[in-house]
């Protein structure tokens, strides 16, 4: 269990927690996994295992090791910040003290796209990355900087973005490639 997994690694040790999931109705066993850790990985197993039970017994992956973008004036700004799926490890994924809304993660949780007033003080869409793959920073910066872009939200696959951008002061919706590329409009 998770305070075992703790008492061990206040010790300096390391821990492995196996388990197994059985289905009682059907009597079978599910499943049979197991995780190592440290006392500081407790709570990162123990979402894991909660997960893993969920995707045993339904076939889709539990939410309990996601994450969840919000927007917060904590900081006197309208900052993106990121916290795990249980409301812990709360922390600022921007801190450019400006307007920033509408985070938006890819599919595969390594990006997190958002609007930011941060770009001569105008919405544009931006891209917060973690690891590598996809650049951070401004996307379609190609278009013209006077143009409002308002929000934007990956497809499923990750591969393009849905953006609403105003044409004419109206908000209409074009679709790119989440590299910023291709931007198609689909409403008029």
Same mark, same amino acid.
């Given at each position: 269990?998770?305070?075992?997994?703790?008492?061990?690694?206040?010790?300096?040790?390391?821990?492995?927690?196996? /388990?197994?999931? %059985?289905?009682?109705?059907?009597? #079978? @066993?599910?499943?049979?996994?197991?995780?190592?850790?440290?006392?500081?990985?407790? &709570?990162?197993?123990?979402? #894991?295992?909660?997960?893993?039970?969920?995707?045993?017994?339904?076939?889709?992956?539990?939410? @309990?090791?996601?994450?969840? @973008?919000?927007?917060?004036?904590?900081?006197?700004?309208?900052?993106?910040?990121?916290?795990?799926?249980?409301?812990?490890?709360?922390?600022?994924?921007?801190?450019?003290?400006?307007?920033?809304?509408? &985070?938006? %993660?890819?599919? $595969?949780?390594?990006?997190?796209?958002?609007?930011?007033?941060? /770009?001569?003080?105008? &919405?544009?869409? /931006? #891209?917060?990355?973690?690891?590598?793959?996809?650049?951070?920073?401004?996307?379609?910066?190609?278009?013209?900087?006077?143009?409002?872009?308002?929000?934007?939200?990956?497809?499923?696959?990750?591969?393009?973005?849905?953006?609403?951008?105003?044409?004419?002061?109206? &908000?209409?919706?074009?679709?790119? $490639?989440?590299?910023?590329?291709?931007?198609?409009?689909?409403?008029?």
């Amino acid at each position: 269990d998770a305070a075992a997994l703790e008492r061990g690694a206040q010790r300096g040790s390391v821990a492995e927690i196996e /388990f197994r999931v %059985w289905d009682v109705a059907r009597c #079978r @066993a599910l499943l049979t996994r197991s995780h190592r850790g440290g006392a500081s990985d407790a &709570p990162r197993i123990a979402r #894991r295992i909660a997960d893993d039970v969920v995707e045993a017994f339904t076939g889709k992956r539990g939410v @309990a090791s996601t994450e969840i @973008a919000f927007v917060s004036s904590r900081s006197g700004n309208a900052e993106i910040y990121v916290m795990n799926a249980m409301g812990g490890d709360q922390r600022a994924a921007t801190r450019n003290k400006s307007i920033n809304a509408f &985070p938006s %993660w890819s599919p $595969d949780g390594n990006a997190i796209v958002y609007m930011s007033y941060a /770009f001569r003080r105008s &919405p544009h869409l /931006f #891209r917060l990355v973690r690891g590598g793959g996809e650049k951070a920073g401004r996307l379609l910066e190609t278009l013209d900087a006077k143009r409002a872009v308002y929000r934007g939200v990956y497809d499923p696959r990750g591969a393009r973005l849905a953006v609403v951008i105003s044409v004419d002061g109206a &908000p209409e919706i074009f679709t790119v $490639d989440a590299d910023g590329r291709n931007l198609r409009r689909l409403t008029n």
